[in-house]
């Protein structure tokens, strides 16, 4: 199933209802675009840590992507694993004060909608409604978790989002190589593709 371009609870909502329907869920990848706080765009980042500003829980993953499976599809762009990312509630938000805030713990991507679907997955692998303000450890789900990200924004370090002005060809690079790795990844669970 692709779900195309939800944001916050959406995601959330999405996910949990489609979990609800099918006997297993294998796996969940997710791709969205970013703001990167320390990267430029056209780069891949790739969580291990999610704080979600929703429900006020930091998942901590093992991020079924790394930037090895990425990189190698990458032309002009980077790809940076082991990041550190926060769901924010709405773009309208992130002054220059608040990205500090952060960007002063270590943040590196500022995004919308993995921490929503984390609320999800938890819920998939747990029999109880997710958690508020908790540190979650998703390392032990019974299915594979992918989160990748492109760098579409660098608001902190530039000041430069996609209101200002397009993706371009460098900013595309990144969309394909982390659409290729998470193909890649599904098709090799399923058996389609040697490792």
């Known amino acids: 199933?692709?779900?195309?371009?939800?944001?916050?609870?959406?995601?959330?909502?999405?996910?949990?209802?489609?979990?609800?329907?099918v006997s297993w869920v294998a796996g969940v990848y997710v791709m969205g675009k970013a703001a990167t706080l320390n990267s430029d765009v056209g780069d891949v980042m790739i969580p291990n840590v999610v704080y979600n500003e929703h429900s006020g829980n930091t998942y901590w993953l093992d991020n079924a992507i790394t930037a090895a499976d990425v990189q190698p599809n990458l032309v002009y762009g980077s790809a940076v694993d082991t990041q550190r990312a926060v769901a924010v509630r709405g773009t309208f938000l992130q002054n220059r004060d608040y990205l500090e805030f952060y960007y002063q713990g270590h943040y590196t991507v500022v995004e919308m909608e993995a921490?929503?679907?984390?609320?999800?997955?938890?819920?998939?692998?747990?029999?109880?409604?997710?958690?508020?303000?908790?540190?979650?450890?998703?390392?032990?789900?019974?299915?594979?978790?992918?989160?990748?990200?492109?760098?579409?924004?660098?608001?902190?370090?530039?000041?430069?989002?996609?209101?200002?002005?397009?993706?371009?060809?460098?900013?595309?690079?990144?969309?394909?190589?982390?659409?290729?790795?998470?193909?890649?990844?599904?098709?090799q669970r399923e058996g389609a593709l040697e490792s």
Not at 1 to 21: C, K, S, T, W
């Open 1 to 21: 199933m692709n779900v195309d371009y939800p944001l916050g609870f959406a995601a959330y909502h999405i996910l949990r209802q489609v979990a609800e329907h």
């Open 115 to 187: 921490g929503p679907y984390l609320d999800a997955c938890y819920e998939i692998g747990q029999p109880d409604r997710y958690p508020l303000n908790e540190s979650v450890n998703m390392a032990r789900i019974n299915f594979d978790l992918g989160i990748v990200h492109y760098a579409s924004d660098t608001p902190y370090t530039q000041a430069r989002t996609l209101g200002a002005r397009g993706l371009s060809y460098r900013g595309l690079d990144s969309t394909y190589a982390a659409a290729i790795a998470l193909a890649r990844r599904i098709m």
